[in-house]
């Protein structure tokens, strides 16, 4: 896999790299790949070299179906970048299932979002 090159390569280097993957609506790789998969793969393959994972999503239904997916994937998850708006209530629980999120950005925050989203980042 690209990803796999890639964090080698930084790895061989002694780079940090951040691995970024595009999911569609059904919350899987482009390709049709289980996103758990790959980061399990990516991570057995290259010995967890990868600093962290960002997604790239389209819509709060692809949140919502990543919300619902178990697994230790998403404490790998850092950043989450939407291309729509993400409904306030939403923040909550994207906070809570992806406990070491720290970038959020995109199309989908807007300022009402942006100063919920604080207010849940900022009182930890």
């Known amino acids: 896999s690209e990803a796999i090159g890639v964090v080698n390569a930084c790895r061989a280097l002694g780079v ?15 390709n049709g790949e289980s996103l758990t998969k790959a980061i399990l793969q990516v991570d057995q393959e290259t010995r967890h070299y990868t600093t962290y994972y960002t997604l790239h ?3 709060p239904e692809t949140l919502e179906r990543l919300i619902e997916r ?3 994937w998403k404490e790998r998850i850092f ?7 993400i409904p306030t209530r939403m923040l ?7 406990p070491n999120l720290k970038i959020l950005g995109g199309c989908g925050f807007n300022f009402s979002s942006l100063d919920e989203l604080c207010r849940l980042f900022v009182a930890q």
């Open 16 to 30: 940090p790299v951040a691995v970024s993957f595009n999911v569609d609506r059904y919350g899987d790789l482009v």
């Open 57 to 59: 999503c389209s819509s």
């Open 79 to 85: 950043g989450i970048h939407t291309l729509t708006h």
């Open 92 to 98: 909550a629980a994207i906070k809570e299932h992806f």
């Open 70 to 72: 178990p697994g230790y």
